[in-house]
């Protein structure tokens, strides 16, 4: 019996096991059904080839907080020596929701500008950079996304596909050149964030 308990008790932590391995796969990990493709450069002068973009895991609907037109000017901050700009209101009272697929380039013209919103002393305060998007027709647009916001895609390589992960900060420009459809029949069939093309496509 006591032999018996044992070898259940094993399954049972096996079988927890895969369990847990299985769930930990991710989101970013997750191919999105259309495969944007272009170039990334950074303000460190690196420049990579890269598909499969998406940010913070999205390629539809991605959210940007419209940059006020009305604002103070940089102040240097004494503590940390960089230049920001105090908001008066919370960004994301006001935001607009972008397509990768209508998207020309992502530009970020001054990563050291740190806009911050802090509605009382003692709260936490939500810090942003400005970024400059490019549409399709040309028509350029203003916005504030957390420094921290990841960009996700894989670097084009003669050894194969690198995962890489740059943050808002460190990008100059990400141009989108084109997109093309994945089959993801024999992958994940439900595409959390799928993208205009997919809908175009059906």
């Known amino acids: 019996m006591i032999h018996l308990l044992l070898l259940i008790s094993s399954l049972l ?20 059904p259309v495969n944007f493709s272009g170039k990334l450069t950074t303000h460190q002068g690196q420049e990579y080839i890269v598909d499969n973009i998406s940010i913070d895991t999205k390629c539809k609907q991605i959210p940007m907080y419209n940059k006020p037109l009305n604002h103070a000017e940089p102040m240097r901050n004494s503590e940390t020596k960089q230049q920001e700009i105090k908001l008066e209101t919370d960004p994301a009272d006001d935001d607009t929701k972008i397509d990768l697929n209508e998207v020309s380039t992502i530009h970020v013209p001054s990563p050291d500008i740190i806009w911050y919103y802090q509605k009382k002393s003692r709260q936490p305060r939500q810090e942003f950079i400005e970024v400059v998007i490019t549409t399709k027709s040309d028509t350029k647009r203003s916005y504030l996304l ?5 960009i996700y895609c894989d670097e084009i390589d003669a050894a194969g596909p690198q995962e890489k992960t740059v943050r808002l900060s460190a990008l100059n420009v990400l141009t989108i050149e084109g ?24």
């Open 13 to 32: 932590s096996i079988s927890i096991i895969e369990c847990t391995s299985f769930g930990s796969s991710t989101t970013k990990d997750l191919k999105q």
């Open 179 to 202: 997109y093309s459809y994945r089959d993801t029949s024999k992958d994940n069939k439900n595409c959390a964030t799928p993208c205009i093309p997919c809908a175009e496509k059906k």
């Open 146 to 150: 957390s420094p921290k916001t990841p």
